[in-house]
């Protein structure tokens, strides 16, 4: 699954956020907290409905305690580079990794530098 980019940012912060305790429950306001942090100012309403859409595209799962809706991740960052790989591949090069490789090595030498 390819992610935009404030969806990998929503990502990347739960898994900073839950590396030392996995089990951490995520709200909407620590990720607002934890990218403003980072010099990512966003309001909380779109926060909200980015980690909405990542619910719906199962990368998310919600879960309500009490009165509050939490979320945590369905897969973990390799995990999601590994299917962001795959459908890069299947999508652009029919599966065929040896000509992914072959292409990024061609068209990505001022890119590496």
Known sequence: MVCGKLEIEILNSIWSLTEDNEDRDISIQDIVDYLAES????????????????TVKSV????????KFYYKATMNKTEMATDAVKTLSEQFFNGNYAAMIKFINENTQNVLV
């Open 60 to 67: 998310l799962v919600r879960y309500k305690v009490g009165k």
């Open 39 to 54: 010099g990512v100012k966003r309001a909380y309403t779109t926060i909200k409905t980015v980690m909405d859409r990542l």
